[in-house]
């Protein structure tokens, strides 16, 4: 029954899916050849294991966002809801992907990370105002999409191309989907909410201003980059928005320095 809203609704908004299989990728039972960990430049093991420790659990918070947003679904459009199946499916298949990464990486047991999950605390109430309405909901997402293929894209630079070509691949898949993420937020908003087109940009630096008056990630998902920041360049949002703002055709692209920068920038003292 699913299946059918899915594929009418893709029909309808043409929305994009690529459901590449993760068995097919990285088996349960990888194990990554013991050269990749020496040849590996000094300090990349320990800082993939303390990302990896974080970005999974943020994957799965997608569940928690979305069971949220499932209470509220009169709200919605159908194509929305759509989307939004699509959406976990992947966002669970990417915590999953991750889940075996940090075994092989680590070492950690898929039971400790269950434990661990178990654990967290999962506030929605600091990013309510994010989530007011399907629109607010969909500038959020792209804020959120883009900035997570950014920063997928320095880690697959930084540490998944260091692990083996598995593992490589599970960082093109990440970056990859996120990117459809935002596409398909993209598409939304241009079909369903274009009367409100204008009040996308203060609406983005009310949630850039959000997260970083937040300073810290809630554990529901969106807004997730804030413990991150310090491996970005200070202009990364005023970027990320231009980005937004030009795919949704309301201003022009960024130049190619400035988008390479969000992801090839160094630390002054990195
Ligand atoms: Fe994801
Ligand atoms: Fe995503």
């Known amino acids: 029954m699913i299946n059918q809203t899915i594929n009418h609704s893709i029909h309808q908004t043409h929305l994009r899916q690529d459901p590449w299989k993760l068995d097919a990728v990285l088996p ?4 990554i050849a013991p050269h990749y960990f020496t ?8 800082n993939f294991t303390r990302l990896l420790s974080r970005d999974i659990f943020s994957e799965a918070d997608a569940q ?7 209470q509220r679904q009169d709200e919605f459009s159908d194509e929305f809801l759509a989307m939004l199946q ?4 992947d966002e669970l298949k990417h915590y999953e992907a991750l889940r075996r990464t940090y075994h092989c990486i680590s070492g950690v047991s898929f039971a400790e990370m269950n434990r661990l999950f178990a654990d967290r605390v999962h506030e929605i109430k600091p990013i309510e105002r994010v989530l007011v309405d399907e629109f607010t909901i969909l500038v959020t997402m792209m804020f959120d999409e883009i900035g997570s293929v950014y920063s997928y894209r320095r880690d697959l630079r930084e ?14 898949h990440l970056v990859q989907d996120e990117g459809r993420h935002f596409s398909n937020a993209a598409e939304l908003l241009l079909s369903h909410h274009r009367d409100r087109l204008d009040h996308i940009e203060p609406l983005l630096h009310d949630i850039a201003h959000l997260e970083d008056r937040l300073g810290t990630y809630y554990k529901s998902f969106f807004l997730d980059h804030a413990q991150e920041q310090f491996r970005f ?4 949002n005023a970027v990320i928005i231009q980005v937004i703002l030009a795919r949704l055709g309301l201003a022009s692209y960024p130049d190619a320095k400035a988008v390479k920068e969000l992801w090839q920038w160094v630390p002054a003292d990195g």
């Open 28 to 31: 349960i039972d990888h194990q």
């Open 39 to 46: 040849k590996a430049p000094t300090g990349v093991w320990e």
């Open 64 to 70: 928690i966002l979305y069971d949220h947003l499932m």
């Open 86 to 89: 699509v959406w976990l499916i």
């Open 159 to 172: 540490y998944y191309c260091h692990f083996g070509r598995e593992i490589q691949k599970i960082g093109h």
């Open 233 to 236: 360049p200070p202009n990364f």
